[in-house]
């Protein structure tokens, strides 16, 4: 997968229930958020700091205000009180806090001690499912191993978050959901598991529609599945191209680009194709590539068959309808050509060729020149050998392709030029 470099900055407040601790009296039941995935607790059911220096020591580290301040005092805290009914508030505190000041490192470490403490604590979940995609994505060393973790909170966290009663937290489920699906289908697409890959970027994408860290992945979901998937790959492909980073627009467009004129034989409708895509509105499909038919005809339209080349008369007369067919070969039935061409094999009044590019490369006759008399040994041409012949087309199978070729001439003096000489071309492309 290429990397993609983000900023790791959160689209949310993940702590945001957290950033200001509950102070509880001493021996009272303390108003602090009930754990991730349970039901608040009742009065009754609250949590009670009963010893005199465990609430002092909380109560000091909640109520600074100086954010190192509150991360010695709530470390302390933690350190002397491993076992407090007050542990995974004050590790809720301790991660927003850290993530506050900028400290990436301390605050997945919080979160991870938060969540191994509280196993469904959604918050822990969904900053290090976030932070672990965008670490790898960022092109981190331990790429894949964050990867495999990401993909691990990821799919606590959606099994966690149905069962979350946090106010805070229902308000932000629609948030959260995308980041846990982030999670999943980035490590999927890792895995090149592309099924699992569009199953959860897709509704990541459907969240957060101008976010190229999850837009792009997609579109490469969809374009590595065997076959591709060239109408949604290259929708969001071009979506992706819209709301890349300026750096990286240019090559995601080219691109899109690419696979559009791919999919679909051609540039035309492409700038109108992008536009809607730019413009983030109801997708719409990729036009179909034209037939081998539909371009056997276009062809046929727009170049007469004296001016074609010999690859495109194969094409023509392999793909065309046989109306387009009996058009090109009967204006050059008879009439002598002159080509070059690469010789396959040799008998002393016929020789195998290979006229078209894409045949000598594959070192695949697809003419039989027939001589009147035969040729001498001396002049005829070493297999692979390319030389100048003339000949006069006099009959053609379609399927697999060979023309026959009579009144051969072996073109080996100057002026000899009674006829047109084809150059050797590719065949044209089909699908």
């Known amino acids: 997968m290429k990397k993609i470099l983000l900023p790791v900055v959160l689209g949310f407040a993940v702590v945001a229930g957290a950033q200001t601790g509950a102070q509880p009296a001493q021996g009272q039941q303390p108003a602090a958020p009930a754990a991730q995935g349970q039901p608040a607790a009742s009065q009754a059911q609250a949590p009670v700091i009963k010893d005199p220096a465990e609430y002092n020591a909380y109560v000091a580290a909640i109520g600074q205000q100086d954010k190192n301040a509150k991360i010695s005092g709530l470390e302390a805290f933690l350190t002397q009180y ?37 196993t469904c604590n959604v918050r822990g979940l969904a900053l290090l499912a976030y932070f672990d995609r965008v670490m790898a994505q960022g092109g981190d060393p331990s790429a894949a191993q964050l990867l495999k973790d990401g993909r691990k909170y990821g799919e606590q966290g959606l099994d966690c978050l149905p069962k979350a009663t946090d106010p805070d937290i229902v308000k932000m489920k629609d948030q959260m959901t995308a980041i846990f699906h982030s999670a999943i289908g980035i490590s999927c697409l890792q895995d090149k598991d592309y099924a699992c890959a569009i199953q959860h970027l897709k509704p990541a994408v459907d969240a957060n529609p101008t976010d190229f860290s999850v837009v792009y992945p997609l579109a490469l979901a969809y374009l590595g599945q065997t076959p591709p998937d060239y109408q949604n790959g290259i929708w969001f492909a071009s979506r992706a ?20 004129r791919k999919f679909h034989a051609g540039d035309d409708g492409w700038p109108e194709f992008f536009a809607a895509a730019k413009a983030n509105g109801p997708q719409v499909p990729v036009p179909p590539a034209p037939t081998p038919a539909d371009q056997a005809h276009k062809m046929v339209q727009e170049t007469t068959p004296d001016k074609m080349d010999f690859a495109t008369w194969e094409f023509v007369l392999t793909n065309g309808t046989q109306a387009d067919q009996d058009t090109v070969w009967n204006a050059i039935k008879g009439k002598a050509v002159q080509m070059n061409g690469t010789i396959i094999s040799t008998e002393p009044d016929t020789f195998m060729i290979a006229g078209s590019a894409d045949d000598i490369d594959a070192k695949k006759a697809d003419i ?53 000489k084809l150059p050797v071309h590719h065949k044209p492309a089909s699908q």
């Open 241 to 260: 191209a819209a709301v890349a980073p300026p750096a990286a627009e240019p090559q995601i467009e080219k691109y899109a680009a690419g696979q559009y």
């Open 368 to 420: 039989t020149l027939k001589f009147e008399d035969k040729i001498p040994a001396s002049k005829i041409p070493k297999d692979g050998a390319s030389f100048d012949f003339q000949g006069e087309p006099a009959s053609y199978t379609p399927n697999p392709f060979m023309m026959v070729m009579e009144k051969g001439r072996l073109l080996t003096k100057p002026g000899a030029t009674p006829a047109k």
């Open 82 to 118: 491993p076992n407090s009914v007050m542990k995974n508030t004050a590790l809720e505190v301790l991660m927003g806090t850290y993530q506050a000041t900028g400290n990436a490192k301390k605050t997945m470490e919080t979160a991870q001690k938060l969540v191994a403490s509280d």
